[in-house]
């Protein structure tokens, strides 16, 4: 008898943390992450880097949060860095002119990446065509023609107060860009578990024919996660652009997406569409901020980040395998 009883607290043991690992691993990954560079790093756990990786974190998370939904739908955007530098080009274009509020130049700044990103989207599920080449495509035509029609020349903007403290200022100590972030995640989190939208999603990815003959409006659910992926951008592009008031368009967001990628696909969401969360997310874009920030305290080669970066998402599609196996 209690043979029985041990065998089945330990069958209950094993079945919990396979619970544990399957829902919370990034987290598990991240506390793992934290404790072994604290001891590498004695500078890592200051309350100063602790807040750098943060702020660092907010501009490519906030990113990272629309990628997500796109990325359930089994989509992916290829576009986000090139648009962010086309957003951020009417931004400080706009907020340089000092007859035009700061609040309208903002606006307008959301608006062009909401629009590009409804542009994915509607081109996508018009012409059935894959969502890597159209989003590819459209990035790298968008931030051509923002070359051109700034000469390729970097834009400096109006380095005031109201404007440079969206991306700067703090509330204490806590910088204003984790707190627009964090309050983001919640905000799309709950969307994502907690409404039709978010189902619809879940539903799209899993098994699109299904959800079609389901009555779900797949084009139009696919075609608003590009758009709330756009609406991220230009809201990552106001705390981007408002710390230096000025944009280099050849280089602004450059390889963005490829980071907020890399962090959806860490944090648990699958490539193959129909799983994923934003907490995941979340998780996932910290654990790649702290990985570079221990690259530079550590003094290795920026050049080797990519590799670093690849082999990371590698074993997140590996493990990604292993866990749709069992």
Not at 213 to 221: A, E, K
Not at 278 to 304: A, C, E, K, Q
Request: hydrophobic share 55%; proline share 3%.
């Amino acid at each position: 008898m209690s043979s029985r009883a041990e065998a089945k607290q330990k069958n209950s043991l094993m079945r919990l943390c396979r619970y544990i690992w399957a829902d919370y691993s990034i987290i598990v990954i991240c506390v793992v992450f934290f404790i072994f560079f604290g001891i590498l790093q004695p500078r890592f756990l200051t309350i100063p880097n602790l807040l750098l990786i943060m702020r660092q974190s907010s501009i490519v998370g906030m990113i990272a949060l629309g990628m997500t939904f796109v990325i359930i739908t089994g989509g992916i955007d290829l576009s986000s860095g090139h648009v962010l530098a086309v957003a951020g080009a009417v931004l400080i274009l706009l907020q340089a002119n000092e007859a035009i509020p700061i609040a309208v130049a903002v606006l307008a700044c959301i608006v062009v990446a909401t629009a590009i990103g409804l542009l994915n989207g509607v081109i996508i599920t018009k012409f059935n065509l894959p969502a890597f080449i159209v989003t590819l495509a459209v990035g790298i035509i968008a931030r051509s023609v923002t070359k051109y029609a700034l000469g390729g020349s970097t834009v400096a903007g109006r380095p005031i107060p109201e404007f440079t403290q969206i991306g700067l200022g703090t509330v204490g100590i806590i910088p204003n860009a984790l707190i627009i972030w964090i309050l983001s995640a919640v905000i799309l989190g709950c969307v994502l578990s907690y409404t039709k939208f978010g189902s619809y999603i879940y539903a799209v990815g899993g098994n699109e024919n299904a959800a079609r003959y389901s009555g779900i409006p797949v084009n139009r659910i696919k075609a608003l996660a590009y758009m709330l992926t756009g609406f991220c951008v230009g809201i990552a592009t106001v705390l981007d652009l408002s710390r230096m008031a000025a944009i280099s368009p050849a280089v602004a967001g450059e390889m963005y997406e490829f980071d907020a990628i890399t962090a959806v696909v860490v944090g648990g969401t699958s490539l193959a569409g129909g799983r994923g969360r934003i907490l995941g997310t979340v998780f996932g874009v910290i654990m790649i901020t702290v990985v570079s920030n221990v690259m530079v305290m550590m003094r290795i080669s920026p050049y080797l980040s990519g590799a670093v970066k690849g082999l990371i998402i590698l074993a997140a599609v590996l493990l990604q395998r292993q866990d749709k196996a069992v």
